[in-house]
């Protein structure tokens, strides 16, 4: 049984941390820019939930000391979108299992500037993570704005979307789902880059006014991969729950 938004005694909390690691030199990232800005406009966007600038941090090559701390700051919070863009890699734990690794810095102490993917959890009683990064097993020669305007809306129909967003939110089970813009052993795209596709997904429901959870938006986003970029293959893990966060709110 969940409970209403409306009976819980303190405010409804949500966290957004937007990393970009686009990197230098001869592994810099074009696309990192445009991913990044592309996850701000959706969630202040009313469909994506009106979310508020001061609850939206965005970092840029963060220290590991730094990213820690955002992270332990989003802890408290109900609900937490963290989304990566940059480098990233396979590599199997100790028990054998692939886990995701991702570069968040070019420090030259490789204990500072990669970092595995359980510490982009924030440990919030509902998150969803998007990591748009390559996803190939590690190998010894690893790689060490045009922002759109938002237009000013009503106070009362911002009140109106996070209430309905937020209401979504704790009807939905407790847990954390993940995003991977490859599978494993993929490289991503930096052209037309797994968050860019993803994003043009949300603004098609936002045009039609309808309502889409993350599943549904990643069942498209993996329909244009299969049709424009085969070798691409995006994966969402959102466990054995019933209700998927909601990613578009329609009308």
């Known amino acids: 049984m969940y409970v209403e938004l409306s009976s819980r005694k303190t405010t409804f909390t949500r966290m957004a941390v937007l990393i970009q690691a686009p990197l230098n030199g001869k592994d810099y990232l074009d ?4 991913d990044i800005a592309c996850w701000k406009r959706h969630l202040m ?5 009106a979310w508020h600038s001061s609850e939206i941090y965005e970092l840029k090559h963060p220290s590991k000391e730094n990213l820690i701390q955002v992270m332990t700051l989003a802890r408290d919070c109900d609900f937490a979108i963290v989304a990566f863009s940059g480098h990233g890699f396979i590599k199997k734990d100790k028990l054998g299992f692939p886990k995701t690794w ?16 359980m510490l982009l959890n924030p440990g919030t009683p509902r998150c969803l993570i998007s990591l748009d990064c390559c996803r190939q097993y590690e190998k010894k020669s690893t790689i060490v704005e045009s922002m759109a305007s938002f237009s000013k809306i009503s106070e009362s129909m911002e009140k109106y979307y996070r209430k309905l967003y937020e209401s979504k939110i704790v009807k939905c089970e ?46 498209e986003t993996k329909k244009y991969f299969e049709e424009n970029n085969p070798q691409q293959n995006p994966s969402y893990n959102g466990g054995r729950r019933l209700n998927h966060f909601p990613f578009v709110i329609g009308e």
């Open 31 to 34: 696309g990192v820019r445009k």
């Open 174 to 219: 407790k847990g954390c789902c993940k995003l991977y813009g490859v599978s494993i052993n993929e490289e991503a795209s930096d052209e037309e880059s797994f968050t860019q596709v993803l994003m043009a997904v949300a603004d098609l429901y936002k045009e039609k006014r309808e309502s889409a959870s993350i599943k549904e938006c990643m069942i």
């Open 45 to 49: 966007s009313l469909e994506g939930g």
């Open 102 to 117: 991702v570069y968040i810095n070019e420090s030259e102490d490789q204990n500072e500037c990669v970092v595995p993917e």
